[in-house]
């Protein structure tokens, strides 16, 4: 099995109680601002030090974290989209600190990925089917895959950007 088949990875407890309160209270009196996603802090990225030794023990191979893209505070809308990728190797992170939805979705047309297929129309909901759809607990986290069509709804989370060092 090759890495690029595994698309999703969860994590219990990736933040404990105590964090994802700190967090949260430090966050949600923040001025968030629209973007595509929904609205995010800007210029409040938070990223731990040894986020890339963690992450690279729970993915199994060596990652760097794209700091500028990373540790960012979203309440996200429910978009259907795919993050930017350079390569199929690289990897998203989202850790709850709310309870929220992730869902991922397959266009009419059979496309399951951006690496199928991506002129779509996003904003139509009626060309999209849910395909799986995985509820986040506050201070769970999911791995998934940028080239995967997806969005989340529901409560505030953290995100970030990463790549496989090859």
């Not at 609205?39 to 974290?65: C, H, Q, R, W, Y």
């Not at 390569?87 to 709310?98: D, G, K, R, Y």
């Not at 397959?106 to 060309?127: I, P, T």
Request: proline share 4%; with cysteine; hydrophobic share 40%.
């Amino acid at each position: 099995m090759t890495r690029r088949m595994v698309k999703l990875i969860t994590a219990d407890d990736f933040f404990s109680p105590e964090e994802v309160l700190s967090l949260y209270h430090i966050t949600n009196n923040l001025k968030f601002s629209p973007t595509d996603y929904g609205t995010e802090v800007e210029n409040f990225n938070l990223v731990a030090p040894d986020m890339s030794d963690i992450f690279s023990k729970v993915v199994g191979e060596t990652i760097i974290i794209d700091e500028e893209h990373s540790g960012i505070f979203r309440r996200p809308i429910i978009n259907i989209h795919f993050e930017s990728f350079e390569t199929p190797e690289e990897w998203c992170f989202a850790v709850a600190l709310e309870q929220c939805t992730f869902n991922i979705y397959k266009h009419l047309s059979g496309a399951k990925s951006a690496l199928e297929e991506y002129r779509f129309n996003y904003r139509n909901l009626f060309e999209w089917d849910y395909h799986t759809n995985i509820l986040l607990e506050p201070g769970q986290g999911l791995f998934y895959r940028p080239w995967l069509f997806h969005s989340f709804n529901g409560g505030l989370i953290q995100t970030f950007k990463m790549k496989t060092d090859k």
